[in-house]
């Protein structure tokens, strides 16, 4: 029986979900980030899954929620925070007490890039990808601007 990810965010059943699409329904990352990496770690695929966001949604509570089952279920995920320092406009001294996005997660390491170079961020994604197949979810931060 073929198992594919199917939900409402990914209506081509490719298993990539749009921003456009999580904007219209509402941020379901933790739904999106354990159902997608759930089946490819079931099927025994060696792929990732990157859950992409924003600083302004760093402190927010269903970012959390998505790293802890990835963590609990050692799953093959990759949380990517797209750090320009003006979260939604306000920048990230008023919104957050520590801007260090990466360190976010306890028991899950993190890596600091330079989101500006690209070879930096392609090296950071081959050991992200690495690591997160080997041993679970891992978070970085690219620095934008």
Not at 46 to 66: H, M, P, S
Not at 74 to 89: D, F, Q, R, T
Request: glycine share 8%.
């Amino acid at each position: 029986m073929r198992m594919e990810l199917r939900t409402s965010l990914d209506n081509r059943g490719t298993g990539d979900f749009s921003p456009e699409s999580l904007y219209r329904r509402g941020p379901h990352l933790t739904v999106a980030c354990s159902r997608h990496c759930f089946g490819r770690s079931y099927k025994k695929e060696e792929t990732t899954t990157f859950v992409l966001y924003g600083d302004g949604a760093a402190n927010q509570g269903q970012l959390f929620e998505a790293l802890d089952i990835s963590t609990l279920w050692k799953l093959p995920a990759i949380l990517v925070c797209e750090n320009n320092h003006y979260g939604m406009g306000t920048a990230e001294w008023r919104a957050a007490k520590s801007p260090a996005y990466y360190k976010c997660g306890d028991y899950v390491p993190g890596l600091k890039v330079d989101g500006m170079d690209v070879l930096a961020v392609k090296q950071a994604c081959k050991f992200a990808k690495d690591h997160a197949v080997a041993n679970g979810p891992i978070v970085s931060t690219m620095n934008l601007f």
